[in-house]
């Protein structure tokens, strides 16, 4: 099964509104030939277009291999909410890693927020960014847990962003009747995440980095150098990068047993009108539920719906992508029961066990990171950035990543989706109890 083109034509955007409201680079040609570089970065998104940068800022001759066009991938299809922290919140860390680590996740989670927002000011793009992250309870029984989170953040991590909102204030903030409370971050924002791709690559274009689209690593070789293969071209390099998140295919099949692709949709509706698309976001938040299978949701700037929501763990989409998008979207706003959906899509991104990013050292000279979970914007862009400062011999900051317990999935690649699937079925179920 292959992950690139079982749902997509290679090197054409899906029907996205990201791909209706950005203009793209011009295409880069296709490696071609024995090509040399210091180092091979495979995948264009923001893993690897960071990587790329970061890369070569500090002196290194790039070459970076895309298989389709830039953000063809998870990066130019999410739902833009750039979140602070990890994916995993900070007390189930504290359980899972100790307090001090904790502590320095927390920070680099911090970082790599201020990394996008100071990439997309270096780039000069127009990336739509908007303050505040809201997360939203529809159960009463999860305030008392997101009114403790809240505090802890405030006390124990001095974090002055982030506010607890009761019932009434999230239902001022939110015109969905069921919420019962919920916590903003203003620390967080999202933006628009196909202009941020082109934004990253803009700036390593412009900085020197050798991109090659519609060039797909077909496998590498490691060793002293390594060497890459495409249908056409031969890349040696000292060092080896990839950011393939949930595409990885099985290239290495470390990553496959801890990295595990699914799927997740998002519609964007026709333009509401200022006044109804307020009624729905009153402050322009982006809002991610407390449902299992999350329900995601912002206004883009010309008042429209982006929404997230609905999963699938088989590789294929399903083939209505709006009807699996709309009953979510109703079950949160009824009142958009007439509101036409005028894009939607799905898209594939890499999950963990433990739902912490899988960063690992493939070999000496190959780095990897991938399994960010659905927080990949801003975690994606500063793992890029972790594994530039590895290869330029300071790893600190990667090894600690790498030392995050991201087990293998139970089953093996080959069983392991019958199992998910059973086990998130059941955990959706639970969210409709
Ligand atoms: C629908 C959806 C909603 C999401 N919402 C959010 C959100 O709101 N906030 C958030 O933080 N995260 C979100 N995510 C997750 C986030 O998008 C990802 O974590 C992030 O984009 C990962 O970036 P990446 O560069 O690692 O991977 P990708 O963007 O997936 O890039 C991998 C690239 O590698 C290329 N490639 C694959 N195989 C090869 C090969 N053999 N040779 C060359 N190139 C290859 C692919 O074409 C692709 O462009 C969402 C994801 C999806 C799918």
Same mark, same amino acid.
């Given at each position: 099964?292959? /992950? ?85 919140? *900070? ?63 405030? *006390? ?13 204030? /999230? ?53 002293? @150098? ?34 595990? @692709? ?71 706003? @009824? *009142? ?71 087990? @293998? ?25």
């Amino acid at each position: 099964m292959d /992950i690139l083109t079982i749902n997509d034509r290679p090197g054409v955007y899906p029907d996205s509104y990201y791909a209706a409201t950005a203009s793209a680079p011009a295409p880069f040609p296709e490696a071609e030939g024995e090509i040399r570089a210091d180092v091979c970065v495979v995948g264009g998104g923001f893993t690897g277009l960071s990587a790329a940068l970061h890369l070569r800022r500090s002196g290194f001759d790039v070459v970076l291999l895309e298989a389709s066009r830039l953000g063809f991938g998870a990066s130019g299809r999410n739902g833009g909410q750039v979140g602070t922290g990890q994916r995993v919140a *900070q007390p189930e860390l504290e359980q899972m890693v100790g307090l001090e680590t904790a502590r320095s996740l927390w920070q680099i989670g911090l970082e790599s927020v201020d990394l996008v927002r100071q990439l997309v000011g270096q780039s000069g793009e127009d990336c739509q960014i908007t303050p505040g992250i809201l997360h939203a309870d529809h159960r009463a029984r999860f305030v008392p847990e997101t009114r403790a989170w809240v505090d802890h953040m405030q *006390q124990t991590y001095a974090y002055d962003h982030i506010r607890f909102l009761d019932r009434d204030e /999230i239902r001022a903030e939110v015109g969905s009747p069921g919420y019962h409370a919920g916590a903003l971050d203003l620390g967080g924002f999202h933006l628009h995440p196909l202009r941020y791709v082109f934004a990253l690559a803009k700036l390593a274009r412009d900085e020197g980095v050798r991109i090659h689209e519609m060039s797909r690593m077909v496998d590498f070789t490691p060793g002293d @150098p390594v060497r890459i293969r495409t249908d056409r071209a031969v890349v040696t390099a000292d060092h080896l990068v990839l950011g393939l998140n949930g595409y990885h295919n099985n290239l290495a099949p470390q990553l496959a047993r801890r990295v595990m @692709p699914i799927n997740n949709f998002i519609a964007v509706t026709e333009p509401l009108g200022e006044a109804r698309a307020r009624s729905l976001i009153a402050n322009d938040y982006a809002v991610g539920d407390s449902r299992f299978v999350i329900n995601y949701y912002r206004l883009s700037r010309d008042h429209r719906m982006i929404f997230g929501g609905g999963e699938s763990y088989g590789y294929r989409f399903p083939s209505d992508l709006a009807a699996k998008v709309r009953g979510p979207m109703l079950e949160v706003f @009824p *009142q958009l029961k007439d509101a036409r959906i005028d894009h939607a899509w799905g898209g594939t991104l890499g999950i963990t066990m433990s739902r912490l990013p899988h960063v690992e050292r493939l070999a000496g000279n190959v780095l990897s990171a991938s399994g960010f979970s659905g927080h990949g914007v801003a975690m994606g862009s500063l793992a890029g950035k972790l594994m530039a400062e590895a290869v330029a011999g300071q790893a600190g900051r990667f090894d600690l990543m790498a030392k995050l317990p991201t087990g @293998p999935f139970p089953g093996g690649p080959l069983l392991r989706s019958p199992l998910l699937v059973a086990a998130m079925l059941w955990y959706a179920l639970r969210d409709r109890l």
